[in-house]
């Protein structure tokens, strides 16, 4: 089992820039495919970003290509998302999340924990 603590969010203009954390537990994490999410109300949770275990490999949705980076920290149990030239559209609760078998896949059910997330807001 492993527990994934989000942080890092918060309320900020068009074009600004945040950049998120997720805490890991436990001494597997860097074995973890892991994957950013994110669901606006009255929305599905999309796929934003994921990493192989051994930063080999990133993936982006088109929305966020170009503007968002995804990377990880194996020895401080850590992963980030660093966004860039935020717009308003972006704004939504931000969910990490890990594939325990070090599977990357774009897809929520594919994955095995979750943090509890955090809340990003652009303003126009």
């Known amino acids: 089992q492993v527990q994934l603590v989000e942080s890092g969010g918060g309320l900020v203009q068009a074009g600004g820039s945040l950049r998120l954390s997720c805490a890991a537990s436990?001494?597997?994490?860097?074995?973890?495919?892991m994957g950013w999410f994110r669901q606006a109300p009255g929305k599905e949770r999309e796929f934003v970003a994921a990493?192989?275990?051994?930063?080999?490999?990133?993936y982006y949705a088109d929305s966020v290509k170009g503007r968002f980076t995804i990377s990880r920290h194996n020895a401080k149990n850590t992963l980030y998302l660093q966004m860039n030239s935020l717009k308003p559209e972006d704004t939504a609760a931000y969910y990490c999340?890990?594939?325990?078998?070090?599977?990357?896949?774009?897809?929520?059910?594919?994955?095995?924990?979750w943090g509890q997330g955090t809340q990003v807001t652009v303003s126009s």
């Open positions: 990493i192989t275990w051994n930063s080999g490999s990133t």
């Open positions: 999340a890990a594939n325990r078998f070090g599977e990357v896949s774009r897809t929520p059910g594919r994955y095995d924990y």
């Open positions: 436990g001494r597997a994490f860097s074995s973890y495919a």
